[in-house]
Each structure stands twice: as structure tokens, then as C-alpha cells.
């Protein structure tokens, strides 16, 4: 390397340094994607399964507001209560539906009540989840009738 000029040393070390920043960048910048796409799978997973499990919680003991308030409602009030009855059902299963689509793993999908295919999921207060309440009455086995 004797022959060369200073000004072409330095040019070489100039660009061995670029090419070595470069390749540290790029092993950053994969780093950092490879976490950015951890912490996405994460929160689109079982994060959003847990906070919509809870969602089908609270709104199952929406239900259970609900159902007391009909129980006890005159015959006038019963057919608003029962269609405030149906928003919560659907809006239940619909909680449950993203449950189960989130839950990707062995250990959640094996929750018997993330199953599509578990019965009680089915039939909320003993009715299917097609049904909709028109007059409450049945529709729950304790409710005899009202």
C-alpha cells in the first residue's frame, strides 16, 4: 500500500468506515423491527383477547342487571328491557368471537368457553344465540314463569 497517496488511504479508510456504519445500522434497524413486530403480536394477541374477555364479563353481568330489572319490570317496560337485553347478547358475542380470534396460542385456545364449538357459548340464559328475547319468559331455567 505503499505506491498509493495519503489521499487514497484515506479515501479506503473513509469507505470501509461507511461500509461498517452501514452494516451496524442495518443489523439496528433489524433489531429494532424484529421488537417493533414482538411487541405487535403481543397487544393484536393475547392482550386484545384478555381485554376483550373482560368486555364479555362486564357485559354478562350487564345481563344479569338486565334480567333482574325484567324480572321485576311492569308488562309495559318488559319489551324495552328485553330489546336492551338483545344489544347486550350480540354485543356479547361479538366480545367472545374477537376473544377467540385473538387467543393464537395452544394455552388460551384451550379455554373451553373460546371454543366456536362449546355448547353453553351457544346459549346464553338457555336460549340459542340466533334467538332473539321477545318476552323474556323461559328464556332463563330459574325464570319459571314471569
Not at 498509493?4 to 434497524?29: D, E, P, T
Not at 411487541?39 to 384478555?50: K, R, S, Y
Not at 374477537?98 to 364449538?117: T, Y
Request: net charge negative.
Amino acid at each position: 500500500m505503499a505506491k498509493y497517496s495519503i489521499g487514497a488511504k484515506i479515501f479506503a479508510a473513509f469507505v470501509a468506515m461507511s461500509m461498517l456504519i452501514a452494516a451496524i445500522g442495518l443489523a439496528g434497524y433489524t433489531v429494532l423491527s424484529a421488537a417493533g413486530n414482538i411487541a405487535v403480536v403481543t397487544f393484536d394477541g393475547p392482550l386484545m383477547a384478555i381485554s376483550y374477555a373482560r368486555a364479555a364479563h362486564t357485559d354478562f353481568t350487564e345481563m344479569q342487571v338486565l334480567e333482574q330489572r325484567f324480572e321485576q319490570a311492569t308488562p309495559e317496560r318488559r319489551a324495552a328491557i328485553a330489546a336492551d337485553i338483545n344489544d347486550v347478547i350480540a354485543t356479547f358475542n361479538d366480545d367472545l368471537d374477537v376473544a377467540a380470534q385473538r387467543a393464537n396460542s395452544g394455552d388460551e385456545s384451550a379455554v373451553p368457553f373460546l371454543d366456536p364449538n362449546y355448547s353453553a357459548r351457544d346459549g346464553v340464559f338457555g336460549f340459542p344465540k340466533t334467538q332473539r328475547v321477545s318476552g323474556w319468559s323461559g328464556c332463563h331455567p330459574r325464570s319459571g314463569s314471569v
